[in-house]
């Protein structure tokens, strides 16, 4: 069974500093990938996602991922982060084959931003 | 448009009770989740419906958890003879189809269940 496995559960940085946030997948295959945010009394916002194509994904509110096959890896980015990017992030994995369309999640890093 | 809603937000009850927890997809999307957020842990699927097809069962913990999708659209989420367990954040998603994952689930903003 394919699993998602984010190694930190909280980081804290300075407001305009650089941010990443790491993400391991085990899976046999390519999956689909997904980083989504969890503001405090939020649902889920999807920042970005994988599906094929360039390694490099951007998306919402200046957040960026890189896919890494050798790796395995699939890190959020964002070159200076505000105090408003406080918040819960959850990485995502999605089958590609078989009926199964559920998300496999991380465990999430809840991220701290200092003023 | 309107997002997924979810009702109620907040739900306290006792162990051993029932509880129903209420999902109302975005309009005219066909595909529906649950999902569990206990403390300290990711998302753990519970249930997906799409359309009229039979749900997807898998990743309902036990018997006592059920959930039915009514002409569609509104979903309940019903746990019988709740445990201490139980409590955690329940949190429903929808999607437009479910061809394939370039659909984005989008999430309601959850019920919180405490079993005391």
């Known amino acids: ?115 | 448009g309107a997002g997924v809603s979810q009702s109620p937000s907040n739900k306290v009850t006792e162990k051993g009770k029932d509880v129903e927890l209420r999902c109302d997809p975005i309009s005219g999307h066909t595909a529906l989740y649950w999902y569990r957020q206990s403390l300290g842990q990711g998302l753990e699927f519970l249930i997906y419906f799409q359309g009229n097809s039979a749900p997807d069962k898998s990743g309902l913990p036990s018997d006592r958890f059920s959930a039915e999708r009514t002409g569609g659209s509104v979903s309940t989420l019903t746990i019988q003879r709740t445990q201490q367990e139980d409590s955690a954040v329940y949190l429903c998603a929808s999607s437009s189809r479910q061809k394939s994952f370039q659909e984005t689930q989008y999430f309601g903003p959850g019920t919180r269940l405490l079993v005391l």
Not at chain 1, 13 to 38: D, H, I, K, M
Not at chain 1, 95 to 114: E, I, K, Y
Request: with cysteine.
């Open chain 1, 1 to 115: 069974a394919q699993s998602v496995t984010q190694p930190d559960i909280h980081i804290t940085v300075s407001e305009g500093a650089s941010l990443e946030l790491r993400c391991n997948y085990s899976y046999g295959a390519t999956p689909y990938l997904f980083w989504y945010v969890q503001s405090p009394g939020q649902g889920l916002q999807l920042l970005l996602k994988y599906f094929s194509g360039d390694t490099l994904v951007q998306g919402i509110k200046g957040f960026e991922a890189e896919f890494k096959r050798s790796q395995s890896s699939f890190n959020l980015r964002k070159p200076s982060v505000h105090w408003s990017d406080a918040a819960e992030y959850f990485c995502a994995v999605g089958l590609r084959s078989g009926s199964a369309r559920q998300l496999t999640f991380g465990s999430g890093t809840q991220l701290t931003v200092l003023p």
